[in-house]
């Protein structure tokens, strides 16, 4: 937690598990995250670190996200099937 005279800021810093684990442990993980996510006071600035596992794709769904340019051609499976960009966009200021 970083104290400044007008705001506090959390970070948030973790990892998500594996392509290779279950989508109901990946769920689970991501549903953990947003729960932490929500218990935060509304007025904190709030900052997620870590690394997520994951490769987001350029289809049309992502674009709010993450605009149109992106590295990979498709989305992997940890983020297709988790949320993380539905999470990003619900809790951003800049929609």
């Known amino acids: ?54 490769k987001i794709g350029r289809e049309e769904k992502y674009r709010p996200t993450i605009g149109k340019y992106s590295l990979n051609e498709i989305t992997n499976n940890n983020m297709s099937s988790l949320g993380y960009p539905n999470l990003a966009r619900s809790k951003s200021k800049c929609r």
């Open 1 to 54: 937690m970083l104290r400044t005279l007008w705001y506090i800021t959390v970070l948030i810093n973790a990892s998500s598990l594996t392509e290779v684990t279950s989508d109901n442990d990946k769920d689970m993980f991501y549903e953990n995250l947003e729960k932490l996510f929500e218990r935060l006071p509304k007025y904190n600035r709030k900052v997620m670190l870590g690394a997520f596992n994951a």
